[in-house]
């Protein structure tokens, strides 16, 4: 009882932050949910500018039309695999404004260190 | 004995016909055999990227690492060994091309003087095949060496492409650990940071943390890597980690710029920001000195 009560407490003050980045999950999703579908080749992201709103549920669709890439953002600790075939859902709430890179984090070739993007959250 | 008289100062006085005695934990100059714990000098070389073409980034691509090699030769001591801490080769998704620079790479740096030469493998060299290529010219990926009682271990965080050591080294490098007494010396050989320098860019071994972890253990250890393309030195706890400076192009320092770009060249400051660099052991304390060296001294 007493494990179930801090749980409480502690879901109500927002401590579970990784609760704003949970994967794909079964599931009716929220209505406002905005989903974005991110491709992946060598050596970019396609957008390479990603723009939502604070507080508005987001899902990441994220395909890779060539080769093994990753998926990295740090700042709201998301990542993912992604490979050729086969689509990755990240689902997360954006819970602070900004603009912030993310980046592919698997080795890729020649033009790796370049590919990068930016999520840009507004009120 | 003066710390700032290193084993080179010693030679010379020896070279000059000064009579030099010293503590067997540390010198015997004048002496041909080398003992356990005296002072020893390696050099350290660096993301060479053999292969890179980029006018605007290094327009000397096919003589910056043969001059590097002509200096490490005209050094006015030998050093004990060299040591090229990864991304030899510039990466390419063709097999033949990449093998092709491998060994023009393996080709050049034969002409340095010192018999003893150690790589490690970059990103560049290993990602894309999981180290296949390199393992044909420049053997295993992760192994170990002994030098004057300084115990050497050269770690992969690059073959898997999602810059990981893996379940499979981290417990090599455990049991390997295991066999060390606490006194050793330790020195860890890698290409990419073991610890978090800047994520955003790259700069972090994934598993990296559970590296140090098992290092912590001991109480003497450093670390030496490549990667950032510059002169870097961190502490994690009693950890020293130094990067060292590429032989191919610079980069600005973590977090400095928005985006991580490769810097110019500079005309007027030809080989700015590259080098390579020597590291005199004083075993005895378990302390490096470093001294970064430009390209060539033209």
């Known amino acids: 009882m007493k494990n179930v009560m801090i749980f409480l407490i502690a879901a109500s003050v927002g401590y579970f932050h990784e609760e704003s980045v949970l994967r794909s999950s079964p599931g009716r999703a929220p209505s406002n949910e905005q989903t974005i579908r991110v491709s992946a080749s060598t050596f970019e992201f396609k957008p390479s500018e990603i723009r939502v709103k604070k507080g508005v549920p987001v899902v990441l669709e994220l395909i890779s039309e060539d080769r093994h890439h990753g998926f990295k953002l740090a700042e709201f600790h998301l990542r993912a695999d992604i490979q050729p075939g086969a689509a990755e859902k990240i689902r997360f709430i954006p819970d602070k404004t900004g603009t912030f890179t993310f980046f592919c984090d698997v080795f890729c070739g020649g033009g790796h260190e370049d590919m990068s993007g930016i999520l840009k959250v507004v009120e | ?298």
Not at chain 2, 10 to 25: D, E, I, N, R
């Open chain 2, 1 to 298: 004995m003066n710390d700032l008289m290193n084993r080179r100062d010693l030679l010379k006085l020896a070279g000059m016909g000064v009579a030099v005695f010293v503590s067997g934990t540390t010198v015997r100059a004048g002496g041909a055999a080398q003992i356990k714990n005296e002072s020893f000098y390696f050099v350290q070389l660096s993301d060479t990227h053999w292969g890179f073409n980029g006018p605007n980034i290094n327009p000397d691509s096919q003589g910056t690492l043969k001059k590097a090699v002509a200096a490490v030769n005209g050094l006015d001591e030998q050093p004990d060994f060299v040591v090229f801490t990864g991304d030899l080769t510039q990466t390419t998704d063709d097999r033949k091309i990449r093998r092709d620079r491998m060994a023009e790479f393996r080709d050049i740096v034969r002409q340095l003087k010192v018999e003893t030469v150690r790589f490690m493998p970059g990103e560049h060299d290993a990602s894309l095949d999981r180290g296949d290529a390199y393992q044909e010219f420049f053997g295993d990926l992760h192994y170990t060496f002994d030098h004057n009682g300084v115990h050497f271990i050269v770690l992969d965080n690059v073959s898997d492409p999602m810059a990981a050591v893996g379940d499979k080294q981290l417990q090599w490098l455990k049991t390997d650990l295991q066999q060390m007494k606490k006194e050793t010396r330790i020195v860890v050989l890698t290409h990419r940071p073991l610890f978090d320098l800047a994520p955003d860019w790259d700069w972090a071994t994934r598993d990296g943390d559970a590296v140090i972890d098992a290092l912590m253990q001991h109480p003497n250890v450093t670390v030496l890597y490549g990667h950032i393309h510059q002169e870097h030195h961190h502490m994690t706890g009693h950890i020293a980690h130094h990067a060292a400076k590429s032989l191919m192009w610079a980069l600005p320092e973590p977090g400095s710029v928005p985006k991580k770009a490769q810097i110019p060249w500079n005309a007027s400051e030809p080989y700015k920001g590259l080098g390579f660099r020597e590291l005199e052991a004083q075993v005895a304390s378990g302390r490096y000195d470093i001294k970064e060296l430009p390209v060539s001294r033209g």
